[in-house]
Nanobody, 115 residues
Framework: QLQASGGGLVQAGGSLRLSCAAS????????MGWYRQAPGKQRELVAR???????NIANSVKGRFTISRDTATNTVNLSMNSLKPEDTAVYYC???????????WGQGTQVTVSS
């Protein structure tokens, strides 16, 4: 089970930190990440962190967003800085088991950036 939190309304240029707490899975065996979906658009990968710690960041947010994972609390965090109105979307946490098609999704958290 994945429980996402931290969304909200922020002005352009501001910051937010999303967190996703995982339970019921062996956290170290899962790659974790965040997708987002804006109204009328397809869901897109924002950032991913492998179980070993390597990361992939979408070009659209590179330099502004950082993903990290905390194995002590089974949490993956997305730090978002210099937010832009185009970052407005519902952000979904996901967990992908290594070498498997097994995956889980969080419930989504709304991020709204006002201009």
């Amino acid at each position: 089970q994945l429980q996402a939190s931290g969304g909200g309304l922020v002005q352009a240029g501001g910051s937010l930190r999303l967190s996703c707490a995982a339970s019921g899975i062996t956290f170290s065996r899962y790659d974790m990440g965040w997708y987002r979906q804006a109204p009328g658009k397809q869901r897109e990968l924002v950032a991913r962190i492998r179980s070993g710690g390597s990361t992939n960041i979408a070009n659209s947010v590179k330099g502004r967003f950082t993903i990290s994972r905390d194995t002590a609390t089974n949490t993956v965090n997305l730090s978002m800085n210099s937010l832009k109105p185009e970052d407005t979307a519902v952000y979904y946490c996901y967990a992908q088991r290594m070498f498997s098609s097994s995956s889980y999704w969080g419930q989504g958290t709304q991020v709204t950036v006002s201009s």
